[in-house]
């Protein structure tokens, strides 16, 4: 069982930056790669960025490349998400989850993640 809990959230204006971080708990948090979704307001949850479970393989979606860094750091069991640049199209609840994968896979599919946090809120005006 992991539990996953995100902060980082917050208003900000367009051009401007945020690091959502999440907290795992347990002991077993480098036996999970780790990915992040969002969901805006009437649209389906979508993948953002995942990373394997050493942190040596990520994968970001096409609309955040470049400009989301996803990390990881195993030895304090966190997640984080630096946001650079962020548009007014990247308001949404931003969710972490876990999955229970081989070392070197990362998943992008919702089904396939087994734990998800509460989501924080990110909001970014033009």
């Known amino acids: 069982q992991v539990q996953l809990v995100e902060s980082g959230g917050g208003l900000v204006q367009a051009g401007d930056s945020l690091r959502l971080s999440c907290v795992a708990s347990g002991r077993t948090f480098d036996s999970y790669s780790m990915g992040w979704f969002r969901q805006a307001p009437g649209k389906e949850r979508e993948f953002v960025a995942a990373?394997?479970?050493?942190?040596?393989?990520?994968s970001y979606a096409i609309s955040v490349k470049g400009r989301f860094t996803i990390s990881r750091d195993n030895g304090k069991n966190v997640v984080y998400l630096q946001m650079n640049s962020l548009k007014p199209e990247d308001t949404a609840v931003y969710y972490c989850?876990?999955?229970?994968?081989?070392?070197?896979?990362?998943?992008?599919?919702?089904?396939?993640?087994?734990?998800w946090g509460q989501g924080t809120q990110v909001t970014v005006s033009s």
């Open positions: 989850a876990a999955a229970s994968t081989p070392v070197l896979r990362i998943v992008s599919h919702i089904s396939e993640y087994n734990y």
């Open positions: 990373i394997s479970r050493g942190g040596v393989i990520t």
